[in-house]
């Protein structure tokens, strides 16, 4: 008996080995997705819990494996193994995957494996990169895509160009971002959701240029963006540009008080919207302003051919009208939204308001509306309040001292939201 013993228990081994085999392999075949986010206009990206990590000789039939992997829309699979590193899967074709780098962007490197028919990622530029950043959720939701890409690259595939190295970072990963702007790239392109704070004041002390894709937007492409966020350096020629002012009509007595009023403005302010009407009329720019109405706005906005549009207006606090000045009453935001052109011409339109570009997911601020109706090409608009106090500064530097526009508005708190004109080569 005692001599069967090793036997047995060589035997019992063996069972509980194949057993434990076969329950790992099962784990391994049948990987959790623990969640889905949908990024706007882009897909949805997939994160699923694996025991190991993908054989990339196989990627595409395990991937198959997976619940849900069959489903349109998504585009990018984040695997994240028990033990290793992370990995990304960019969708090629229904049935296709590309294996993208898991190391941070900021290092360039190609992976250290890589897929029978993968293509080798070329090396980033001497010259600063685009730097794409899609953001979507918030709080702790928040599921950041980021991607440095060369500047002269003409590809964007459902949003996201076709070279240089890619990742997915959660809203406190403000490490990864600073790496990112450790390369100095040329322009930060941000499309899909409003930005965690965290990263939107990195961005914005960084100094780089940085436009805001409206993500609606009908039209896709990295060369449009790249165009109309260029139109952001210019220098404008006066005799290019055309000034629509609303601002307060203020003659002096007791229509000064029914005016301010009419306006949502305190009375107390009359002095101060006094003196700033004084300090243009002694730049000489008060003289170059077109005073608005209803119909001077909607023939500018939708037939102008001025290069660049001032639209300065005081709106109400719910962001619902734009007063105008006089008799002439008030537009609301949904009039602004009916306007449209067929083609976005080249030309910036500034809006001089407050709260312009203010984002949020309940309403479009005044600033998407004009990008996606086309009305221009870039649209230069502030998130928060504007002081009135600052605009002979402004106008004086923009249109007598020769200052660029971005260079200009971004010492006021303007971002710039660029339209997208060139259509996607990837079906979403």
Request: aromatic share 8%.
């Amino acid at each position: 008996m005692w001599r069967c013993l090793p036997l047995k228990l060589c035997l019992l081994l063996l069972i509980i080995g194949a057993a434990s085999r076969y329950t790992h392999a099962q784990e391994i075949a049948t990987p959790t997705v623990i969640d889905v986010t949908s990024i706007p206009s882009v897909g949805s990206v997939a994160t699923v819990q694996t025991m190991q990590p993908l054989d990339l000789h196989q990627v595409n039939q395990q991937i198959s494996e997976i619940p849900g992997a069959a489903a349109p829309d998504w585009k990018v699979i984040q695997i994240k193994p028990a033990t290793g590193q992370d990995q990304y899967f960019i969708r090629e074709s229904p049935t296709e995957w590309k294996y993208a780098t898991p190391e941070k962007p900021a290092t360039g490197a190609a992976p250290t494996e890589a897929a029978p028919t993968e293509t080798t990622r070329p090396a980033m530029p001497v010259q600063p990169p685009v730097l794409w950043i899609t953001a979507d959720g918030s709080g702790q939701g928040y599921k950041i895509l980021t991607q440095l890409v060369p500047p002269d690259s003409g590809q964007n595939s459902w949003g996201w160009p076709e070279v240089g190295p890619f990742a997915i970072h959660s809203y406190r990963d403000t490490q990864a971002l600073q790496d990112l702007l450790s390369n100095n790239p040329g322009l930060i392109i941000h499309r899909g959701g409003v930005l965690p704070d965290e990263w939107f004041h990195l961005i914005r002390g960084s100094g780089r240029p940085y436009v805001r894709v409206r993500p609606t937007s009908p039209n896709q492409g990295l060369s449009g963006i790249k165009g109309a966020a260029r139109l952001g350096d210019q220098s404008i020629s006066q005799d290019r540009a055309r000034i629509i002012s609303a601002l307060p009509r203020l003659n002096g007595g007791l229509l000064d008080y029914w005016e301010l009023s009419r306006m949502g403005l305190d009375w107390g302010e009359r002095a101060g919207w006094k003196g700033l009407l004084s300090d243009l009329a002694s730049r000489s720019l008060l003289d170059q302003m077109v005073e608005a109405d209803s119909e001077v706005l909607r023939t500018e906005l939708v037939t102008g051919t001025s290069d660049v549009v001032f639209v300065i207006a005081h709106n109400d606090a719910d962001h619902r009208f734009i007063y105008l000045p006089g008799s002439r009453g008030k537009i609301s935001y949904d009039d602004v939204g009916s306007m449209r052109r067929e083609v976005a011409p080249d030309r910036t339109i500034v809006l001089i308001t407050c709260e312009g570009g203010r984002e949020n997911a309940d309403a479009w601020s005044l600033a998407e509306m004009m990008v996606q109706n086309k009305l221009a090409k870039t649209v230069f608009a502030s998130r928060n309040k504007v002081s009135a106090v600052n605009l002979p500064a402004i106008l004086n530097d923009l249109l007598k001292n020769g200052g660029k526009l971005r260079d200009t508005l971004d010492k006021y708190d303007y971002l710039q939201f660029v339209m997208r004109v060139a259509w996607t080569n990837f079906d979403v």
